[in-house]
């Protein structure tokens, strides 16, 4: 164990760069964004997620926000345990039937103000689940959305670009 | 002759089934085949039905013999697997669930997928847990939402002071009606379907998929597609190995291993979103082939990281290997017992750290695996360290086996696939288990009805059977030492 605590003092870090948000993306992601609430929220998200029905792929590129590469906490954002604690709650997957009343109870046990980032393509209409009768539809059918972020899964590059997005975006 | 190849004779086969041999079967016959299983002669791989028929699959212990039985049910009912057989208690739930088919003498009858919400004003129907009395026993739910960033299910627990008496789990909350998506779906889209059942294990859904698909449409793929999917779902086994072994240990609030799997991971995923296109993989394995090929300096880039992650590895192997406090932690925690695991054909590495061997890469081998020399791990003790154990050793086999797979043959990487009408079975090894997957192919070459098997329906009820006795605190521990899918049982 020394010599890899040793090694990871002598190495120089592997966390990379923030992604570069392009103006375009930024005007697009944040047309719908709350500025009062942007305001109030400040430089720091806490972030409850939410698996609403996803195949779990989102939730693999979610986790690696976490590793050395992307390390998402060096930009004051990070993932609580508790709706009660956050701002933001990222929610994945179509919303199920079975997890609708949950994704509502979360949604209200979060405090306001408080935004809601969806994940994935299944999130904005269903993806390849729509029509299914299991199956509600987008996370905007249950809860309204701020923020979406595409991809089957997004990969962490894009996960992080919308999640900066919520704290750089320009107030209007 | 096996005892399976004597229950088909009891039954009219079809000529159709390919992959898998099937039978149409009476009752009596269906009645054997439970009797085989009480008497653990054979081991239940699936269970499902359609609007008026079962089906079961069964194999023998070696996976040399395999046969699915059809039982038709003209009135709605077929009698029941889950009275002799536990293993099949809640896929014969999820039976009555989906099809409206009741299996007589279930002796749990309360719905399991459904939770009253599919109908009505989706509101939930009442569900009772089942009882534990005795002095001072509280209960703790928890979930569906969890505390960490994970697919939702509900667990109550009943415990007495800090160790759990009873864990009963209660899922569901993540069905999408995935064989109903499937039934009518062009291929294209079904194989799209299939590598979304558990997005993890993607690459080795949709190689069991597109391999009933071949099975039902008698086709045969290009040598060089066989091992670009070997070398995907070997990638894909490192990936989420390497993943669970980190995880694991910060479950045990040692980060530092978690931290160095972690890097190792995604250096795995990026060697997959530039070589594949697609970081995990998805719809790079369709029926008839691959949809991408390897490139030569792809092939080096993999080159270089097995060197890279074979480097590295030992060190982290050491780490794990050398930290008392971490092996307090998982050594002696959680057991599996070598009988209930065999009871329930538990696959994967929870089956192979409780004294199993079976490994559908060995025991039902296609190529190109039929020709490649590896081994299959295995340990006895059962708990999370010798699960931790089992994963490291799959780790250096699929390293060893991705080295070995470098040299693919050249050739074409795709066939198409003839519209004629078929049927057909596979059975895949992923990383978490066996995947057991039939289709029946319409005359237009559409899915007429498909079903998809997740190792997860015989390895999440023995996590009910590893907690007990064990403490609260080392539940999350022993839930990611099994790492059952969600999305995946829940379809």
New interface residues.
Partial sequence: ?R???LDGLIHSP?TEKAPHLEDSDLAALAANLDTAARRRLGRSLSIR????????????????L????YDLERFGLR?V???RHADVLMVT??V???????LER?YAATPEPKWVVAVGDCALDGG??A?????IGGVGAVVPVDLHIRG??P?PIALLKGLLTLLRAPLS | MTILDALLAKGRPVAAAAGWPRAEVDAETWRDAIELLAARQCTLTALWAEVATAHVALRDETGEAAAILSLACPDGHFPSIGEAHPPAIRLERAIHDLTGLVADGLPDTRPWLDHGRWTGDGTAAPYAFLGAEGESLHQIPVGPVHAGIIEPGHFRFTASGETVVRLEERLGYVHKGNAGLMAGADLARAAKLAGRMSGDSTVAYSIAFARAVEAAAGVAIPPRAAWLRAVMAELERLANHLGDIGAICNDAAFALMHAHTGVLRERTLRFCGAAFGHRLMMDRVIPGGVAVDLSREAAAALSALLVEIGGAFPRLIDLYDNTASLQDRTVGTGILSADLARRYGAGGPIGRASGGSFDARKAMPFPPYDGLAFTVPTLTAGDVNARVWVRIREVEQSLALLTALIRLPAGPVRVEIPARSGEGAALVEGFRGDIFAWVRIAGDGTVGACHLRDPSWFQWPLLEAAIEGNIVADFPLLNKSFNCSYSGHDG
């Fill in positions: 164990m010599r890899l605590l592997l997620q939410v698996d609403a029905g996803s195949c779990n792929g989102c939730e693999l590129e979610i986790h690696a976490a590793n050395a590469f993932f345990a508790s709706p997957g179509p199920t039937k079975n997890m609708q009343e949950a979360t390849c689940f029509g299914s009768p299991a199956i089957c899964p990969s």
